[in-house]
């Protein structure tokens, strides 16, 4: 019986074997925001409707929602989704900027710091619907304000993007500074990440989640297109 012998991989002097650039990450973060869209819409579809005339009562918040427990199971995959697949996501974008950023930068940590912060968010978010999704096929064994109280968590808790302003912030300036990133993306994302800091300090911190996911898929997209093509890029000074 005759055997192949394998040529083993050789080491370059000063380093490990060099392995082409991988696109996972960049796919996780475009499906963590897609994910994240589709949470903050279906959250959104969930509310119920505020008519001064009528106004809601513990009662009445319950009977909505028990007509919509389809729509809380979407939520729920949604967000559970998006923030999993946010952490490869952040773990790809610090590896990405720091082999991009001078030594020592903390841009990239504090990039995959925002994110994984805004994962757990996310996480803790969904966290009531466990308690309530299933129960609500039986509301008349739910306490009322306990459902009214579960409708705002869910209104408000995973909108709480702020944190991704943080990481969009930092990304802008790696791009800006130190070429980490595309130059026009860098521009955007600053914007974009100064929104949604801006929102996230205000009373209105809710509306980060307008802003945070469209930001998302916007970086990893970019970060896909880039991860195709050859690194030649050094890290700027």
Known sequence: MS????????VPPGGPVSEPPSRSWALAGIGAGLAGMLSIY???????AYDP??????????EHLSTQVPQLLGFHVATIVAALLLI????????HLARRSPAGSLLPGVAAAGLVVLATVLVLGSGLNTE???????????????????????ATIPWLWVTAGVTG???????????AYPRGIGVVSLVLGALIVLVGVSPLQYMAGFVGPVWLFVVALAALRTQSRPDTTTPGR
Not at 42 to 48: A, F, K, M, R
Not at 140 to 152: G, K, N, Q, R
Not at 169 to 179: F, T
């Open 42 to 48: 279906l959250s959104l579809s969930l509310s119920p």
């Open 132 to 154: 309530f999704v299933f129960g609500l096929t039986e509301p008349e064994l739910l306490i009322a304000t306990d459902v009214s109280f579960y409708s705002h968590w869910v």
């Open 3 to 10: 055997t192949h012998a394998v040529a083993p991989r050789t």
């Open 169 to 179: 912030l930092a990304l802008g300036l790696a791009a800006v500074r130190h070429r």
């Open 53 to 62: 005339a009528a106004p809601p009562t513990p009662e009445s918040i319950t």
């Open 88 to 95: 490869p996501f952040a773990v790809g974008l610090h590896r």
